[in-house]
C-alpha cells in the first residue's frame, strides 16, 4: 500500500534535515568502508554499503546534489524544483523494484570542426540513484585505485598528471622513450559482463544502470551490449575501475614482477583513458603497447592506431594538450601549437559573431580566457599568453570597425578602449572601465605542489583539507584573489614583489580579529621566518635575568639532536642569495657593479663553477633557482655580464613604474577643503599600500 504524504509535511521534513550531520555521517561511514577495502573484508563492505544505500539522511544528499546541478531533466521531463518534490524524490530512493529510465541522447556537435558526440542523460531520479550508490562504491574503489591515476578523483587533477610526468623524465638515468596511449571509443566499448563480474556494488542496481536504452527523437532503442553513458554521474568511476590494475599488468608482463627493480621502465601515468609509460628503449616499449593491447580486449576495449605513438623524450610529446620535450637538462612544457590555434579560432568566433551586449561579450571573453589560462599556468606559457592576446585584440578590433564602418579608426578605438599609464590600450565599457577584458599576459603562472599518491580522501582528510587552502593560497585563487589585488602582489612584511616561483603564504593582519579576507596579508615565506615573535611573561622584563630568558626561549629554540651537532637549516631554494638580496634592498644608485668575489662574500658561499664559465646561469629561468631574483625582486636589472673580468653591472629597472598624469583640474586652481582632504588621505593610502 502506497501512503502519499500532504506537501506541507514534506517540505517541512525538507527543510529541518540536519545537512552538516547528515555529511558528517556519511564521511564516518565512507571512511569505514575504506579501511574495511583496504583489509579486503568482503562481509563487512557489503554491510556498510546497504547502511549507506539505505539510509534517509544520505538519499537526501544524493537529491541536494542532483538539484544543485540544475542540469535539464531526462526523458520523463521531470525537475524537482520545491522541497516537497526533494523530499518525496528522497524516500523514493530504493532497489526494490528500482527500474531505470531510458536515456535522453544528446548531440554535442563541435562548432569547429563539426565532429559529432552523443552522451546520454538520465532522469532525475536515477541520476539520484546513481549518486546515492557512488557514495558506496567510490570509497571501496579509491582504496584499491591506480596510485598514478588522476581524472575523477578527489584533490586530483591534470596538474598532477603533468607534475609526475617531469618527475618521471628527470634525471641523468630517467627513461627517454614515452608510450602515449589513447584508447578508441572508451566509454562505448566497455563490456557489460566484465563490469557486472568485477564492480564491487548491487549487480542489480548496476545491471539497470548498463541497460536502460536511449530515447533519441521520440523513438527508444533498446540497450546496447557494451559501453556506459557518459552522462551518467557514476560513469567516471566506473571508467577509472576499469582500467585499475594495468600497472601492475605492464610490471609483469615487462619484468615478470609487480615489484621490479626498474620502477622507471613501464611507469605509468593516467588521466581517465589518456596513458603515459615511461620506457627505457624502443623495445620496451613496442613491448608496452602488446601488453596494453592484451589488458583492454579482455574489457571490449582498443587501443587508437592514430593517438598511440611511440615518441622520443628529446624529440617531444604531446599529453593533454601540452609538449613535453628535453632540451639540455631541462624538460620542458608548452600549450600545444594545436591548442593554440584552436583556442584563438573559438574565441575570435565568439567576437566576431557575438550578438549580445558589450558587457556580455567581455564576461564571455573573459570566462574563456580564464578557463584556458587557468589550465595552462603552470607551464612554460608565458609566450602563448601573449600570442593569445595579440589575437584577442585584433579581433575585437576588426569587430568595432565592422559596426562602426563609417567611423575613422582612431575614433574606434577611443570609443571602445582606454590608455593605461603603462602605455598599453585596454578594452573595456565606455562608462564602467572595471568592465574590461583581461590579459592572460598578467596571469600569474605557478608552480604545482603535486599530491601525495598515497593519500586517500575518505581517511587522510586533513591532508586533503590543508592541500585545498595551500592550493589557493598558491594559485591565488578563492577568497585569496582579492588579498593578493588589494596588495598588487607584493609581500606585506618586505613591500617587494611575491614572484612565480617565491613561496608564499597568508598571515592575519590582527591576532585579535578572527580569520577572513580584510584580516589576511600575503607574504614571502622567507619574511615569515623573519617575523618578529612576541612572548608574553608574568616576570618583570627589565629585571630578567640571561637564565630566566634562556628559560622562556626554551620552547621556542628547537633543541639539538643527539650527540650536540647542529641541523643546519637550509635557506629555502629560491633564497640562495639572500645576502646579495639584502645588499641591494638598501642600494638607491642608478647603478651597481659588482664582483663575483663581492656577490660570494655577501651571499657567504662560492659561486658554482658554470657561473664563471656560462653566461645562463646568471639569467633567470621558470621554477629554477637563479641569482637573478636578487635584484629582479629590489628592481634592478642585469645591464652588462663580463666572465672575463669576473663582474656584473645592474641597473635600475623602471619598466615597472610610469609617470602620474595630474588633471589640470586639481593644479590649476582653488579647491574645496574636503577634496584636499580626501585627497591626501587617498595618497597616504596609496603610499603605505605601495611602500613608495
Known amino acids: 500500500m502506497k501512503i502519499e504524504f500532504p506537501d506541507e509535511l514534506l517540505a517541512h521534513q525538507w527543510e529541518a534535515i540536519d545537512w552538516d550531520a547528515a555529511e558528517k555521517k556519511l564521511a564516518a561511514w565512507q571512511e569505514e568502508l575504506t579501511i574495511a577495502a583496504f583489509a579486503n573484508d568482503q562481509k563487512r563492505i557489503v554491510e556498510i554499503q546497504k547502511r549507506i544505500v539505505r539510509d534517509l539522511d544520505i538519499k537526501c544528499l544524493a537529491v541536494d546534489h542532483v538539484v544543485k546541478s540544475t542540469s535539464s531533466p531526462g526523458v520523463d521531463g521531470e525537475c524537482w524544483r520545491t522541497a516537497a518534490d526533494c523530499m518525496r524524490a528522497a524516500m523514493s530512493l530504493t532497489s526494490k523494484g528500482y527500474h ?280 612554460d606559457a608565458a609566450e602563448a599568453f601573449k600570442r593569445i592576446d595579440v589575437a584577442v585584440q585584433t579581433a575585437l578590433l576588426e569587430a568595432a570597425l565592422a559596426k562602426h564602418p563609417r567611423l575613422a579608426k582612431a575614433k574606434v578605438i577611443s570609443k571602445y578602449w582606454y590608455k593605461e ?69 607584493r609581500c606585506l612584511y618586505c613591500g617587494r614583489p611575491i614572484l612565480v616561483d617565491q613561496p608564499r603564504t597568508v598571515v592575519p593582519l590582527s591576532l585579535s580579529r578572527p580569520p577572513s579576507v580584510k584580516n589576511s596579508a600575503y607574504i614571502h615565506k622567507i619574511c615569515k621566518q623573519n617575523e618578529l615573535q612576541v612572548i608574553y611573561t608574568t616576570q618583570d622584563v627589565d629585571a630578567m635575568r640571561p637564565y630566566d630568558i634562556m628559560l622562556a626561549l626554551e620552547g621556542v629554540v628547537s633543541a639539538r639532536p643527539q650527540g650536540g651537532k647542529r641541523v643546519k637549516k637550509d635557506i629555502p631554494p629560491n633564497w640562495r642569495h639572500i645576502g646579495l638580496k639584502r645588499y641591494l634592498a638598501k642600494c638607491s644608485a642608478a647603478s651597481v657593479t659588482l664582483t663575483f668575489k663581492e656577490i660570494e662574500k655577501l651571499d657567504g658561499r662560492p659561486l658554482p663553477k658554470s657561473a664563471r664559465v656560462n653566461s645562463d646561469w646568471w639569467y633567470p629561468r621558470q621554477n629554477c633557482n637563479t641569482v637573478a631574483e636578487a635584484w629582479l625582486t629590489e628592481g634592478y636589472s642585469l645591464g652588462r655580464l663580463d666572465l672575463a673580468r669576473e663582474k656584473i653591472t645592474l641597473s635600475r629597472d623602471e619598466s615597472g613604474m610610469t609617470k602620474l598624469v595630474v588633471p589640470k583640474q586639481l593644479t590649476t586652481g582653488k579647491l574645496p577643503i574636503n577634496a584636499i582632504y580626501e585627497l591626501e588621505q587617498h595618497m597616504d593610502y596609496i603610499i603605505k599600500k605601495y611602500g613608495l
Open 421 to 489: 599609464p603603462s602605455g598599453r590600450h585596454v578594452y573595456a565599457l565606455p562608462e564602467d572601465r572595471s568592465v574590461r577584458v583581461i590579459f592572460l599576459a598578467d596571469a600569474l603562472l605557478i608552480q604545482h605542489n603535486k599530491i601525495k599518491t598515497n593519500a586517500n580522501p575518505f581517511i587522510d582528510t586533513d591532508y586533503m583539507e590543508s592541500r585545498t587552502h595551500e592550493r589557493e593560497i598558491a594559485n591565488v585563487s578563492g577568497p585569496y584573489r582579492a588579498i593578493w589585488d588589494r596588495q598588487g602582489g
Open 100 to 379: 531505470a529510465s531510458p536515456l535522453k541522447q544528446i548531440l554535442l556537435i563541435a562548432k569547429n570542426t563539426g565532429k559529432e558526440r552523443r552522451a546520454g542523460l538520465p532522469t532525475y531520479r536515477d541520476r539520484a540513484m546513481n549518486v546515492l550508490y557512488g557514495y558506496s562504491l567510490i570509497p571501496v574503489a579509491e582504496a584499491h585505485a591506480e596510485r598514478k591515476s588522476f581524472a575523477f578523483r578527489k584533490g586530483r587533477s591534470p596538474k598532477d598528471a603533468q607534475a609526475y610526468i617531469l618527475e618521471s623524465l628527470k634525471g641523468n638515468d630517467a627513461p627517454t622513450i614515452a608510450v602515449v596511449a589513447d584508447i578508441k571509443a572508451y566509454y562505448a566499448s566497455i563490456h557489460h559482463s566484465w563490469l557486472l563480474a568485477h564492480v564491487p556494488m548491487d549487480k542489480r542496481v548496476l545491471k539497470e544502470f548498463l541497460t536502460a536504452g536511449i530515447v533519441f527523437s521520440g523513438e527508444l532503442f533498446p540497450p546496447e551490449e557494451d559501453g556506459i553513458s557518459e552522462g551518467s554521474n557514476l560513469s567516471p568511476y566506473l571508467g577509472n575501475f576499469v582500467l585499475d590494475g594495468l600497472q601492475k599488468y605492464i610490471y609483469r608482463g615487462l619484468h615478470h614482477t609487480e615489484h621490479p627493480v626498474d620502477y622507471a621502465n613501464g611507469n605509468l601515468i593516467r588521466f581517465a583513458d589518456d596513458i603515459f609509460i615511461n620506457a627505457r628503449s624502443k623495445e620496451d616499449a613496442e613491448r608496452i603497447v602488446e601488453l596494453l593491447v592484451d589488458f583492454l580486449a579482455e574489457r571490449g576495449c582498443t587501443l587508437s592506431e592514430e593517438k598511440t605513438v611511440i615518441a622520443s623524450v628529446d624529440e617531444g610529446f604531446t599529453f593533454l594538450g601540452k609538449t613535453y620535450i628535453r632540451k639540455g637538462q631541462y624538460i620542458y612544457v608548452y600549450p600545444t601549437e594545436h591548442k593554440i590555434e584552436r583556442f584563438i579560432a573559438d574565441i575570435t568566433t565568439a567576437i566576431k559573431t557575438n550578438r549580445k551586449s558589450q558587457r556580455d561579450m567581455i564576461t564571455l571573453i573573459n570566462s574563456k580566457l580564464r578557463g584556458w589560462g587557468n589550465y595552462y599556468r603552470d607551464c
